[in-house]
């Protein structure tokens, strides 16, 4: 067995949907590690029998293990997350700016590394500190949903106008 010096196996599922030779061979690998009793962690954004195009040997084998629903990260976390990514370019706000980000972005890290890269950028090309309200206007373009809100009434009128019928 290739495997049996590690102790752990680390892997992304979005590398696995879809692709079958991927997935035969990380059905040969899940086996031996598991034969040897070692620690196999699959990381996903949903669970296995939600993983579109996953071979279904693979599903019962990680719907065998712990599932473990990490949820979304609280606020703490939110801002230590983005403090790390703005030191990782030499980049320092004040702390009233990662809260902001922090309160505006709640569920998606990538969003909120989105919203830091955009407020870095603009500190940049403007080559001074980046002020509140200037961070506020910047994430409210971001942040701000452009989507209208749907009715029963404008669902009828679409429906309507596209078939060439006349409501009632």
């Not at 939600?50 to 939110?78: K, N, Q, Y």
């Not at 206007?137 to 596209?162: C, D, M, N």
Request: with cysteine.
């Amino acid at each position: 067995m290739a495997f049996s010096i590690l102790r752990q196996f680390l892997l992304k599922s979005p590398f696995l949907a879809g692709k079958e030779k991927t997935q035969e061979e990380f059905f040969h690998i899940f086996n031996d590690l598991y034969q040897y009793n070692k620690q196999i962690v699959v990381s996903s954004d949903r669970a296995p029998k939600c993983i579109p195009a996953l071979a279904e040997r693979l599903r019962s084998r990680f719907e065998g293990g712990m599932i473990v629903d990490i949820g979304f990260p609280e606020f703490e976390t939110r801002v230590a997350i983005l403090k790390n990514k703005a030191q990782e370019k030499n980049i320092d706000f004040p702390d009233e700016i990662y809260h902001l980000v922090a309160e505006k972005i709640t569920r998606n890290i990538r969003e909120l590394e989105g919203a830091l890269n955009r407020l870095i950028l603009h500190q940049k090309i403007e080559n001074r500190p980046l002020a509140l309200e200037k961070a506020e206007e910047i994430l409210k373009k971001i942040t701000t949903s452009p989507l209208r809100k749907i009715t029963p009434k404008k669902i009828i009128k679409t429906v309507a106008e596209f078939y060439d019928l006349k409501e009632k």
